[in-house]
């Protein structure tokens, strides 16, 4: 109700602010971060259209085709981008040039509150517009756009309603959005649902092992395992659901702008892997409780399999004020301006599927102790409540394009539940930023400056003993970046960059300390960790002549102080020694711990820590291709390949770290018709990190047919014929903690509606 106080509150504002009668002049920004010629080497700025024409799918997967850019997948809901080989907080997700504050960096399961319908463009970014947004951004930034608050006047009506099904997983969505300007107020409004089951799989993909169970009258309660493999051919608790909602009204003058917004977005989604704390204590019985459900392989299959349900939901609710003030005084040419309250809770809950209880309850009654104990999981809920304020000062003058930056960030990130594996922290971050731009005769310069005072603030419980030590972490980092560009010739331009990036420890990294069910590991984070120190070194040469067209791009990133999460050996004494103070005594009293825990109750999971090592990250992107101009259209094709290594100074290589890939596309415009083929061709990878295994390659092929039809000249209707993975591969994605028990989806093919008028 607080916001929607505020939004009152913002409207009568506007009926008494004189300016807002003003004539406006509309003007188109191309980006939403800074102007356009700011920009110093965007990756990619992709179309809202080619997100809204294509399969709805996580932000993740929906830019995972472009040179440079993966994902950390986990299930379909959920895909954490990389940049370069960076990810988790090296990489900041933004909404309008503001980083979005969920809890996805508290876990790889979590996915990001991210709606992408209705959207304006995505923008992946590095170099100095990295800097100005958010700090700590080793990898980049990306900046999902949309016209909530809008920065013009809408000149007419426009509504569009979208449909859509897909295969993979029996699914479909519906949107709708609306935009119209109001008595000199632009309204907007946006809405989509989103329901998918469970996700096919190639036959082969994943082989289940079960229990067969023998004549209970032999063998009484005693069971004797012979295990055997069923193809399932989908994977469990693989499905997703969401509701989003967006409301925003702006006022337009030749003074500047301001408006308000509120995002709502509400989730359901399977988590198809789930490690095991208990160990044996219910390992056993959970196949012996499940194992002769499956079976069926057809739809009805889906609803039996019999396994637990593993689950989170999501509420998200963001209240967004934005604008600028157009000064153009001598000092000062245009103020910008933001406000965030943001308010976002993740509930992770188990629940057993009634009728398995049913069928086993008479079978095998010892087993009713143990189902109410699954029964009894409370639930897990990770909530995190943020306030942002951000103001940027455009002191631009004939001499060069100049800005300075302010930001504030309050953030309160809080676990609490049977699976709570961190204490409550805040987090505190305040910043000062300048940035400039400068065109020579001969040359382009960029350059970028920030210093973030930061305070992470938190405790760490012994768990052993129940102490609580408190850690507050308050640091300076200071980050700088630098481009020059060169136009070679009328076709051929150069780019050299150079960035020096520090990064503070994130609250997981440094107090985390406990079961970390989503990745199958005991966490220990450490509060004595030190600050990231990236240098990063680039050069990007491109190539276009309206007929053919590349580039070729190089990097270097040497890290100081790399944090990652690392597997101890199966003997890990001497380590726990420097972490447990007392560890003698409780190894000395461990034969009491409850049946079924090992050493410190971790079971069955992998012990991990966060430690710090220097790094070394280097590859290449490079793409050549042609545009062929013909009858009807235009016909493209071209050739991409990225590659990433990535090792420590003790010469082992980082670990999930994507391979090395082949992209082929072909495009096919001809104005009302639309054909793109894109194959994505995966090289295996055997440069595996410490706890990792080989990951085979893969071919993955994907196409999209989308016609437009004019229906009276104001109206229009888009149809999009899709699939993905057509040739069906087995695939499985390296970065992902889970890739042995989630493979990507199978063939899937859907179509897609979209009506405008």
Request: hydrophobic share 30%.
């Amino acid at each position: 109700m607080k916001k929607f106080f505020n939004a009152i509150i913002i409207l009568i504002a506007f009926h008494s602010n004189s300016i807002i009668s003003q004539d406006v002049e509309e003007i188109v920004v191309t980006s939403a971060l800074i102007d356009a010629t700011e920009i110093t080497n965007p990756l990619y700025v992709i179309n809202g259209e080619d997100i809204s024409d294509d399969a709805t799918t996580s932000l993740g997967d929906a830019i995972d085709s472009y040179l440079g850019v993966s994902i950390a997948d986990y299930g379909a809901a959920v895909g954490q981008p990389i940049i370069r080989g960076m990810s988790g907080p090296r990489v900041k997700i933004l909404k309008n040039g503001m980083v979005n504050r969920d809890v996805s960096g508290l876990g790889v399961d979590h996915l990001n509150d991210v709606d992408l319908n209705d959207i304006s463009q995505i923008e992946i970014v590095k170099g100095p517009s990295s800097l100005l947004y958010a700090n700590g951004t080793i990898g980049g930034i990306i900046n999902v756009v949309d016209d909530t608050i809008s920065t013009v006047n809408f000149e007419a009506p426009e509504a569009n309603f979208g449909l859509e099904t897909q295969s993979v997983n029996d699914g479909d969505a519906q949107s709708f959005s609306y935009k119209e300007n109001i008595a000199g107020f632009n309204f907007t409004l946006a809405f989509k649902d989103v329901d998918f089951g469970n996700y096919d799989i190639p036959n082969g993909a994943v082989m289940h092992e079960e229990e067969e169970h023998h004549d209970e009258d032999e063998h009484e309660d005693e069971h004797e395992d012979e295990h055997h493999e069923e193809d399932l051919g989908y994977v469990n608790n693989s499905d997703f659901a969401v509701e989003a909602t967006k409301f925003g009204i702006s006022k337009v003058g030749d003074w500047g702008y301001i408006g308000f917004g509120i995002d709502n977005l509400e989730s359901v989604y399977g988590i198809p892997f789930h490690g095991d704390e208990h160990g044996d204590e219910h390992g056993d019985e959970h196949g012996d409780e499940h194992g002769d459900e499956h079976g069926d392989e057809d739809e009805e299959g889906h609803d039996e399999h019999g396994e637990e349900r593993i689950f989170s939901t999501t509420d998200s609710e963001t209240f967004t004020i934005k604008g600028s003030y157009n000064v153009n005084g001598s000092l000062i040419n245009k103020i910008d301006f933001t406000y965030r309250d943001s308010d976002y809770t993740l509930t992770e809950a188990h629940e057993e599927e009634e009728h398995h209880e049913e069928e086993h309850h008479d079978e095998e009654e010892h087993h009713d102790e143990d189902e109410e104990e699954h029964e009894e999981h409370a639930p897990t809920v990770f909530a995190n409540q943020a306030t942002e304020y951000g103001a940027s000062f455009d002191i631009s003058n004939d001499y060069a394009t100049q800005k300075i930056v302010l930001n504030f960030v309050d953030e309160d990130n809080s676990i609490v539940g049977e699976e709570a594996f961190m204490n409550p922290a805040n987090n505190e971050e305040f910043t000062m930023g300048y940035y400039l731009s400068k065109d020579f005769d001969l040359f382009n310069v960029d350059l970028g400056m920030r210093i973030d005072q930061i305070e992470r603030t938190g405790s760490v419980t012994d768990e052993d003993h129940g102490d609580v030590d408190n850690y507050s972490i308050d640091d300076t980092t200071n980050s700088f970046a630098f481009s020059l560009g060169r136009d070679l010739s009328d076709t051929l331009d150069l780019n050299l960059g150079f960035a020096s990036v520090e990064r503070l420890p994130s609250v997981i990294e440094l107090f985390m300390n406990g079961p970390h069910m989503a990745t199958g590991r005991f966490e220990v984070g450490d509060p004595m960790l030190s600050a990231e120190t990236s240098n990063n070194f680039d050069i990007t040469l491109s190539f276009d002549n309206g007929d053919y067209f590349g580039y070729a791009s190089f990097f270097v990133t040497d890290v100081d102080n790399y944090i990652t999460l690392m597997d101890e050996d199966e003997d890990h004494d001497e380590h726990e020694d420097e972490h447990h103070d007392d560890e003698d005594e409780h190894h000395d009293d461990e034969d009491e711990h409850e049946d079924g825990h090992d050493d410190h109750g971790h079971g069955n999971l992998i012990h991990a820590n966060y430690v710090q090592e220097d790094a070394e990250f280097d590859g290449y992107e490079i793409e050549f291709g042609r545009t062929i101009k013909m009858a009807n259209g235009d016909l493209t094709l071209s050739f991409g390949r990225d590659v990433v290594n990535a090792e420590f100074t003790d010469g082992h290589n980082v670990p999930r770290i994507n391979p090395a890939r082949n992209i082929y596309s072909l495009i096919y415009d001809k104005g009302d018709v639309l054909f793109k083929l894109n194959l994505k061709d995966v090289d295996e990878q055997n440069d595996f990190g410490e706890g990792e295994t080989a990951t085979d390659g893969y071919r993955m092929l994907d196409a999209k047919l989308t016609k437009t039809f004019d229906l009276d000249g104001k109206s229009k209707l888009k149809v999009s014929l899709f699939g993905r993975n057509l040739l069906d591969e087995k695939a499985r994605n390296h970065a992902s903690y889970v890739k042995d028990q989630v493979p990507l989806p199978g063939k899937n093919v859907g179509i897609k509606f979209n009506l405008t008028f």
